[in-house]
């Protein structure tokens, strides 16, 4: 159509420019171009600089039919919703095209990531921060315990026991004793290395691939779920609103069972940490 970007649809039907990729369209239309790959339009932006202008666009960009394809290929969740007047159960998918909207999810987001709720957030992240780094264990007092890592390794211990922390609380129950900080953190990297393992193979689900073909996958997320029960995310101190509030979601507007309900945790670890923990990296590495 006129006034948009050109769009490559190569010489074989339905697969498109598939076969082809590697001829490099960028060189013949530029940085902002389509292709079409197995029966699908995919929209290519090159340029980095053009990116926020694309982004700052988000009230027009309608993700719900991403979240239903990413949501279905990676929990394997189908939505049960209960209708409020009838109070009944209607089974629902979730595919937009079938009414299904995600207001709910991002009114968590609104309410409980911004405005008000972004100080106290913030203010516990960095308590978290301040306390893995300085607990007993991973920095010494004294130059000759001190012990030795990788930026990308540290990096990632790091960020991802302070992020585990400030979403999903603690299991201190008041008793700072070393022994217990040890504990928890022990279940802390458990938890790391099961979402490494999950986190490895997730560019394949969304591809479409089944869990189910990853065995090392599928038990590190059922592990990671295990440890997000409600019944034991009930236990856990200073669990932040985001989480409560989902909980509560998961609680009283769907018909999961506990274990599907923990699964909806995982993805939000996942989301919280899965481009946190890179960007980290890089960061510190470009500031050294």
Known sequence: QPGEPPV????????????????NPL??????????????????????????AVIRQGR?????????????????ITLIIRTTLEQDWDVMSLDPSQGYTTENIHHTFLKTLQGEALSPLIKTMMENLQ????????????PSEWQSDGIFAYCYKIMFEAGYLTLFGQELDGDQSIARQQAQKALVLNALENFKEFDKIFPALIAGLPIHVFK??????ENLAKTMLHENLSKRANVSDLICLRMLLNDTLSNFNELSKARTHVAMLWASQANTLPATFWTLFYMI
């Open 60 to 76: 027009h960009l309608d993700w719900k039919k991403f979240h239903f394809d990413a949501s279905a290929k990676v929990n394997e």
């Open 216 to 221: 090392s996958a599928y038990s590190a997320r």
């Open 27 to 52: 060189e013949k239309y530029g940085h902002i171009f389509t292709c079409k790959i197995a029966g699908q339009y995919v929209h290519f932006l090159c340029d980095p600089f053009s990116y926020h």
């Open 131 to 142: 306390s893995t780094m300085l607990q007993p264990g991973v920095l010494k007092a004294k």
């Open 8 to 23: 490559e649809n190569g010489w074989i039907p339905y697969l498109g420019c598939a076969l082809q990729f590697g001829a």
